[in-house]
């Protein structure tokens, strides 16, 4: 089946630390890889997206390279600020099936 | 730049009332969606529709309905609200015109199921 594996959060970082939250999927076809940032007490929202392997999406100073070899798609940032913290979604789109799918979600908590 | 609309923002049922939760995008998107957000479940897909008069269902649509009353709108029904339908959902809303996807989210409605 098509689903999406993330680590376990809360993730707690001091302001400038290094960041890597890791994903995993499993798909049937090519699907596109995206990574969602959910402040509190709002709606989810793009972070970077990746359509097709080896591409990297980037935003914001957040990068995350679609693996194909390794079906990955690991969320870096090599220092974060505290407003960073919000929950990381990371999700994959399947075209032939016009369906998404989200892992659970990954807090991160930037203590300055 | 409106994007995805949902209301109400917050309700309060008694277990067996019904409510109706409204969504309506402004980017001419064809595909609309809605799901639930639980603690330490991510989101889960409730039903979709892919374009204009059609609706599916996802991963939980158990106790729900849904209306794609046009392109512009979809909306979720609870006939008999239950305790376990206490959760946030967001509607959200893609293109359906390309095949990369792009989801646009609305900021939620926090339900709460007495």
């Known amino acids: 089946g098509n689903s999406v594996t993330q680590m376990e959060g809360p993730v707690t970082l001091s302001e400038e630390a290094f960041l890597t939250i890791n994903c995993t999927y499993t798909?049937?076809?090519?699907?596109?890889l995206f990574w969602y940032v959910q402040y509190p007490g709002e709606g989810l929202q793009l972070l970077l997206k990746?359509?097709?392997?080896?591409d990297k999406g980037s935003n914001k100073g957040f990068e995350a390279t679609y693996r194909k070899e390794t079906t990955s798609f690991h969320l870096e940032k090599g220092s974060v600020q505290v407003s960073d913290s919000a929950v990381y979604f990371c999700?994959?789109?399947?075209?032939?099936?016009?369906?998404?799918?989200f892992g659970s979600g990954t807090k991160l908590n930037v203590k300055p | 730049n409106a994007g995805v609309t949902q209301t109400p923002k917050f309700q309060v049922l008694k277990t067996g009332q019904s409510m109706t939760l409204q969504c309506a995008q402004d980017?001419?998107?064809?595909?609309m969606y809605w799901y639930r957000q639980d603690p330490g479940m991510g989101l889960r897909l409730i039903y979709y529709?892919?374009?204009?008069?059609?609706?599916d269902k996802g991963e939980v649509p158990n106790g729900y309905n849904v209306s794609r009353l046009n392109k512009r709108e979809f909306s979720l029904r609870l006939e008999s609200a239950a305790p376990s339908q206490t959760s946030v959902y967001f509607c959200?809303?893609?293109?359906?015109?390309?095949?990369?996807?792009?989801?646009?989210f609305g900021e939620g409605s926090r339900l709460t199921v007495l």
């Open positions: 980017m001419n998107h064809n595909s």
């Open positions: 798909a049937t076809g090519y699907p596109s």
């Open positions: 959200a809303s893609e293109s359906g015109k390309t095949n990369t996807g792009e989801l646009f």
């Open positions: 529709s892919a374009s204009e008069g059609t609706t």
């Open positions: 990746a359509t097709k392997a080896d």
């Open positions: 999700a994959l789109y399947l075209y032939n099936f016009n369906k998404f799918y």
